[in-house]
């Protein structure tokens, strides 16, 4: 499971915690400031704690909307076989984290289109309840809000870059005709960045266009936006990357050969066992053919030679960790996931096949096969 965002649980969606992150409260206190002079020109009797009142309400309608949208990816997500991890709420809105379960285009463009269809969905039903108010009444006001913001969001996150929602569907969509996910992800993640530029060019020319200076406050929202959309494409494209080199991660292209000794032999029969052969490991069975360590040959080396005929091979063995042994077809993320959850720190971790050691597989040799420029 990938590292849960920091933050308070305030319940489960689809078997996964909602988290309110300490982002997210900066953002509310900001949006109510910002949206606050909207609320006083449409009830200017009303006093300062109301207006904050009011405003801070369209916030948490704001944030209810964005959660109704994580949760939409969620319950889909879900549906298509995927696992849950968090839906969080943040400073940008929020995020649905899930793994595992198919890898199919459809279902990744599923899951993307759903959250913004629910925005549009929420703006057409707060654009109804805004015609049943009066115009000048503040839940007129709210209702207005909500099917603006709505609007925009839904509209907005079908954008097609990543990390948008819309880039996910052009991912899919790229995947699905070339046969390659990484070439998806990295045609979106272009695109992406080309819209988070977009948004900055927007906010400086469109003002010109019509005769008027640029806003300064809306450039600075526009970069940081424009920031935010290039660094998540940037960051999906190194992902992405990453993703396609766990896919050939196998541990039959990692693996050292080993040769198998009995517990209780003499450290003798070790250099018989690997003679000729200084590229293998050897490993100690118990009687069970259960791989119980692997012989470290700097231990053998100290043992005198007069020795070596008396001296157990058990006084040379480094333990493996309970059940770290992996399967020799393993490979991708769920390789991953068992180093991760079974090796212990350990250097060497046996491979069997059929219940029967094959190999053992360097714990480092793996991770640095997973970073960028590693070779396998």
């Given at each position: ?92 809105g929020g995020h649905t984290a899930y793994s595992g379960g198919g890898s199919r285009p459809v279902d990744s463009a599923l899951v993307a289109v759903v959250g913004p269809l629910t925005n549009l969905a929420l703006a057409a039903a ?251």
């Open positions: 499971m990938p590292p849960r965002t920091s933050g308070w649980r305030i319940g489960r969606v689809a078997g996964a915690p909602v988290l309110v992150t300490p982002s997210w409260f900066l953002a509310a206190v900001v949006l109510t400031v910002l949206f606050a002079p909207t609320v006083r020109f449409w009830a200017p009797a009303m006093g300062t704690p109301g207006v904050l009142v009011v405003s801070f309400a369209f916030v948490l309608l704001l944030f209810a909307s964005v959660f109704c949208h994580e949760v939409a990816h969620a319950v889909v997500a879900r549906s298509r076989g995927h696992r849950v991890d968090e839906l969080a709420l943040t400073l940008w707060f654009w109804v309840g805004f015609q049943a108010q009066a115009v000048d009444s503040i839940p007129g006001l709210l209702m207005y809000a909500g099917a603006f913001s709505n609007a925009f969001v839904g509209a907005f996150n079908l954008l097609p870059g990543l990390p948008l929602d819309g880039g996910q569907i052009l991912e899919s969509a790229v995947w699905a005709a070339t046969g390659s996910r990484t070439r998806g992800t990295v045609v979106a993640g272009w695109v992406g960045r080309a819209v988070g530029v977009g948004v900055v060019v927007w906010a400086l020319l469109w003002p010109l266009t019509s005769g008027m200076r640029p806003d300064w406050i809306m450039v600075m929202w526009a970069a940081l936006i424009g920031a935010f959309l290039w660094s998540g494409a940037t960051d999906a494209m190194r992902v992405g990357r990453r993703r396609e080199a766990l896919a050939g991660l196998t541990v039959r292209s990692l693996a050292m050969p080993a040769v198998v000794v009995a517990q209780g032999s003499g450290a003798a029969d070790v250099g018989r066992a690997a003679a000729g052969r200084p590229d293998v490991v050897v490993v100690v069975v118990d009687g069970a053919q259960a791989p119980v360590g692997w012989v470290d040959p700097r231990a053998v080396a100290a043992i005198p030679a007069e020795q070596l005929a008396v001296t157990s091979v058990d006084a040379t063995v480094v333990p493996f960790p309970p059940g770290s042994a992996v399967e020799a077809g393993a490979a991708g993320p769920e390789l991953l996931q068992h180093l991760a959850g079974t090796s212990g720190g350990a250097r060497l971790v046996p491979v069997v096949d059929g219940g029967r050691v094959t190999g053992v597989l360097d714990v480092a040799r793996v991770a640095a096969a997973v970073r960028p420029g590693g070779r396998q």
